[in-house]
């Protein structure tokens, strides 16, 4: 493995030189700052990971605090991490993963022990207990999720009160009257998760203003608990003949029960629902959906979070604005 006094013989400089043109901490000629550069490409030198945080004062790790829960769907989550992750290397920052539950004083913790020089945090919650301390960890703090409270907090969503609107809304121009929101699992709810919150007050919100019959059902994963579901979404009583579904690991069992009760997508029931494009897409029968873009959200956190790096910048909250796809899953009534 090549070393910095290599580099240095190399180049004709001290270690030193060789160490400052690194880590931009002393200004040095353009000239001998090239022919170190030259030497350090010619030779195909890396610096050494703890060198580099040592010189600069920094470890050149994000930490992403995400909790990992049970009723979690992991290949979404892991389309954030693996996002997060790539746009990092983009910036020479490696990501360290916190899923352990952890409460307040963990973000501190992390910063404190030099562990990492920012925090990404997602699984956010509407009333999030962490907040206080991430209003004041000595260290860019991005949110990946918005809490009800989130003065004086970066953050950064899809904006998922504007799609439960959008989804009620385009049923209610095609017709139907009385429409059912498939949920998140009871435990997303009970645990109070932002994203969920949000969605169901935008659906809830939309349906009252254009007076629709409108029905919640929180549904956990699995063919039982989703046959289950439908035997209260589809009760005669309701008339339901729209559905919203906001839980992407229930989608293909959802599609099978209903076409085994010989329940046909559009003609006898309307489906629209928020997940990937390539899940819409690929899924028995491709759904009408508003997308989840993760990989933009994962880049757009990393973004922000090197924004904040050695600058003060105010606090901002940014959120998509819902893109809806229309494959032909929903009918008119």
């Known amino acids: 493995m090549i070393t910095i006094k290599e580099v240095a013989h190399h180049a004709g400089v001290s270690m030193s030189t060789v160490s400052y043109v690194l880590s931009g901490k002393r200004s040095i ?10 030497s350090i490409v010619t030779l195909g030198y890396h610096p050494n990971a703890g060198a580099r945080a040592l ?3 920094r470890s050149r790790v994000v930490g992403l605090v995400v ?37 307040p004083g963990e973000a501190h913790r992390v910063i404190a022990r030099s562990m990492a020089d920012a925090i990404v945090v997602m699984d956010v919650e509407s009333a999030d207990p962490r ?28 904006d998922f009160a504007t799609a439960g609107r959008q989804m009620a809304s385009h049923l209610a121009e095609r017709g139907h009257r009385s429409i ?13 998760t932002s994203y969920a919150a949000r ?31 439908l035997d209260d979404v589809l009760h005669p009583d309701r008339g339901t003949t729209g559905l919203v579904v906001h839980n992407e690991a229930v989608l293909g069992p959802l599609l099978l029960e209903l076409r ?54 105010a606090p901002e909250v940014r959120l998509l604005q819902p893109l809806l796809t229309d494959r032909g899953s929903t009918a008119a009534r």
């Open 29 to 38: 000629s353009e000239e001998t700052k090239r022919r170190v550069e030259q």
């Open 55 to 57: 010189a600069s004062n």
């Open 67 to 103: 909790p990992l829960h049970s009723d979690q769907n992991m290949p979404i989550i892991m389309r954030f991490v693996s996002s997060i992750v790539a746009r990092a290397r983009d910036h020479d920052y490696d990501v360290l993963l916190l899923t352990k539950e952890a409460g």
């Open 131 to 158: 907040v206080p301390e991430l209003r004041d960890v000595d260290a860019p703090v991005v949110l990946l999720g918005m809490p009800d409270d989130h003065e004086g907090l970066s953050c950064v969503d899809l």
């Open 180 to 192: 059912a929101l498939i949920g998140s699992p009871p435990s997303v709810y009970q645990r109070g």
């Open 199 to 229: 969605l169901l007050a935008g659906f809830q919100g939309e349906t009252t203003k254009r007076g629709l019959l409108a029905s919640v059902h929180s549904c956990a994963a699995g063919f039982d608990a989703v046959s289950e579901c």
């Open 260 to 313: 085994r009760r010989l329940l046909d997508v559009p003609r006898d029931l309307s489906v629209i629902t928020l997940c990937p494009d390539d899940v819409a897409e690929n899924l028995p029968v491709p759904l009408t959906s508003i997308a989840v873009p993760a990989q933009e959200l994962g880049a757009i956190a990393v973004e922000m979070v090197m924004a904040r790096l050695g600058r003060e910048l």
